[in-house]
């Protein structure tokens, strides 16, 4: 089956700077990867994904770069805010269920 | 519009009883999936319903966890015998289709003393 993995496990940045998180996966018929947020007490919450047929996507201050060949994807935090902190995950799937990274926690400080 | 929902939003039980967990997916959703997320841990699939197609069941980690999803909508997770290491949250998500983005409720914390 799917394994990924995801790299920090823990992120600390001052306000302002840019956050990056890196994930692998090991199953190439995964096409779809999504990044998650979760803040302390809630469900996690979709914020930027990507499919297999497009190397970067953009929203805002949010980024989502594909590498297939390398089987790596990561996500882009450009000028952070404390409101950015919270765990991030990172996913994949081949259509169906997502297999899901052991979460970055990241940390911005004012 | 409504997003998912699940009740209760926590649950203490004896270990040994019986609990069943419920789940609300975003209307005209067709996909319906069980998360299981362990204390600092990342989410771990348990099963996956898609429109009127038998059930993905390969996450289940025991014969003690079941769940249906009746008339297409409301899904419920039932956990027989519980036992302490059931004791995790358990997130419910739905998506318009399968391949679809997931969209994750707010969870139910299953305390199991």
């Known amino acids: 089956g799917e394994n990924v993995e995801q790299h920090p496990s823990t992120l600390s940045v001052q306000e302002g700077d840019s956050a990056v998180i890196k994930c692998t996966y090991s199953?190439?018929?995964?096409?779809?990867f999504p990044w998650y947020k979760q803040e302390l007490g809630k469900g996690p919450q979709l914020i930027i994904d990507i499919r297999s047929n497009v190397g970067e996507k953009k929203d805002q201050r949010i980024a989502v770069t594909l590498n297939k060949t390398a089987k790596h994807f990561s996500l882009h935090i450009t000028e952070t805010q404390p409101e950015d902190s919270a765990v991030y995950f990172c996913a994949a799937s081949n259509g169906r269920a997502l297999t899901f990274g052991s979460g970055t926690r990241l940390q911005v400080q004012p | 519009g409504a997003g998912v929902s699940q009740s209760p939003s926590n649950k203490v039980t004896e270990k040994g009883k019986d609990v069943e967990l419920r789940c609300d997916p975003i209307s005209g959703h067709t996909a319906l999936y069980w998360y299981r997320q362990s204390l600092g841990q990342g989410l771990e699939f348990l099963i996956y319903?898609?429109?009127?197609?038998?059930?993905?069941k390969s996450g289940l980690p025991s014969d003690r966890f079941s769940a249906e999803r009746t008339g297409g909508s409301v899904s419920t997770l039932t956990i027989q015998r519980t036992q302490q290491e059931d004791s995790a949250v358990y997130l419910c998500a739905s998506s318009f289709g399968q391949g679809g983005e997931q969209y994750f409720g707010p969870g139910t914390r299953l305390t199991v003393t």
């Open positions: 199953d190439s018929a995964s096409n779809y």
């Open positions: 319903f898609q429109g009127n197609s038998a059930p993905d």
